[in-house]
């Protein structure tokens, strides 16, 4: 059973525009939240994380929030370039004291020049 | 900085046949992680070495793999015999410390992808 759900396999965006990622999850005791950019052939790229006792983290042009009551997060792009084209990877790790992360099955976002 | 290193790049071995995936963490990071994704699903979480000590293995799928890592530097994953359902790539990860630190971010290699026939 995924514990980490990434709905939407595809998204497409025209450069300039928000790009708005979202993720859900269904296990309670996660306690800490990242975003992953990942490129053909290559591995995941750490892009962004948020704690669980916060509800937004900003780096640059890349924001999640965290909405814990709907155990939803969302990461947004403002605003998207064409580089930013690849796939998003959700990840969630479980506070029990596990150092291992849960992954969702990714997102592929596109950016149109 | 090098990064996270693993080989080979691809392997295509034929069912009933042994693999052996090897991982070059960075330099000094304590705490390496093999992770799994097979056939566009998500990706999973097979084991964590701190140095050379199996810290978590709970994901590793059966007792035909097995993951070492003498002397707390590099790591191997062999998978003995390897089945059809073992295709997939197979990344490895490294931090300093514990990932979860916030200026310790889990670092990952380009993976290994391993096809059985």
């Known amino acids: 059973d995924q514990q980490v759900k990434q709905n939407s396999p595809s998204l497409s965006v025209q450069e300039g525009r928000i790009s708005i990622l979202n993720c859900d999850y269904t296990?309670?005791?996660?306690?800490?939240f990242l975003w992953y950019k990942k490129y053909p052939a290559e591995g995941p790229t750490f892009l962004i994380s948020?704690?669980?006792?916060?509800d937004k983290n900003e780096d640059g042009r890349f924001t999640v929030f965290l909405n814990k009551s709907a155990k939803h997060l969302s990461l947004h792009i403002v605003p998207s370039q064409p580089g930013d084209s690849a796939v998003y990877f959700c990840?969630?790790?479980?506070?029990?004291?596990?150092?291992?992360?849960?992954f969702g099955k990714g997102t592929k976002l596109t950016v149109n020049p | 900085e090098a990064g996270v290193t693993q080989f080979p790049s691809h392997s295509v071995i034929e069912k009933g046949q042994t693999v052996t995936l090897r991982c070059d963490p960075i330099?000094?990071?304590?705490?390496l992680y093999w992770y799994r994704r097979v056939m566009g699903k998500e990706i999973k979480f097979l084991l964590h070495?701190?140095?050379?000590?199996?810290?978590?293995e709970s994901g590793m799928p059966n007792n035909r793999f097995l993951a070492e890592r003498t002397g707390g530097t590099y790591s191997t994953l062999k998978v003995q015999p390897a089945e059809l359902e073992d295709s997939g790539v197979y990344f490895c990860?490294?931090?300093?410390?514990?990932?979860?630190?916030?200026?310790?971010?889990?670092?990952f290699g380009n993976g290994t992808r391993l096809t059985v026939t």
């Open positions: 990860a490294s931090s300093l410390g514990a990932w979860s630190d916030y200026n310790s971010p889990l670092h």
């Open positions: 296990n309670s005791m996660f306690d800490y």
């Open positions: 948020i704690s669980s006792i916060k």
């Open positions: 990840a969630a790790r479980d506070g029990g004291g596990s150092e291992k992360l849960v």
């Open positions: 330099s000094g990071h304590d705490n």
């Open positions: 070495f701190v140095k050379e000590s199996k810290q978590d």
